[in-house]
């Protein structure tokens, strides 16, 4: 049975992105060097060159992709990175979109997009139907919010890149005012980067 799992790098004082993102800064003022650990290394990933990794980040970012059977974000980031051009940096992963409407217009070349309008409890439901047994990845912060809230989140792999970013987007903003139990699964010492991967506790 596959879980839903927020995978996304993250400041030392969670933020995901920095200041004033748009279109020409996806990630908000700063918020690029979150992903140095993705492109600082000599390792090409195995899914996708454009990312160049050490070899002990290569492992963790190549181990967990092939267990991804699609994945949920939200309007604004897809608005963000224009649809990342039709092909999402991990190709051929199907990603379901929440929005309050779907756009007229899109680009889709090596990445399909289904635009869920009635909200995340469906995304979850037909991403799961589609992973077919496998994972489905969040990777934005509004949608891991929504799935904390409502008790949809199985595991967190945080990258903690070595930056305090001072503002921008919050990753646990906006979670209510109950405490998460966590259980602590695995911390793996990067280069540049220290990845942590927590079980969320009912």
Known sequence: MGKVILDISISVDGFVAGPDDQQQQPLGKGGDALHDWLFSGDYPSRHNDM???????????DREIPN???MIVGRRTFDLVNGWGGSHPIQGVPIFVVTHEEPETYLEHHTSFTFVTDGVESAIQQAKATA????VGIGTASIAQQCIKAGFLDEMHLHIAPIILGSGIRL???IGEDQIQLESKRVVDGSNVVHLIYRLLD
């Open 172 to 174: 646990f903003d906006q």
């Open 51 to 61: 990312f160049k990794l050490s070899r002990i980040n290569k492992d963790i970012f």
């Open 132 to 135: 077919n047994g496998k994972n």
């Open 68 to 70: 991804v059977g699609a």
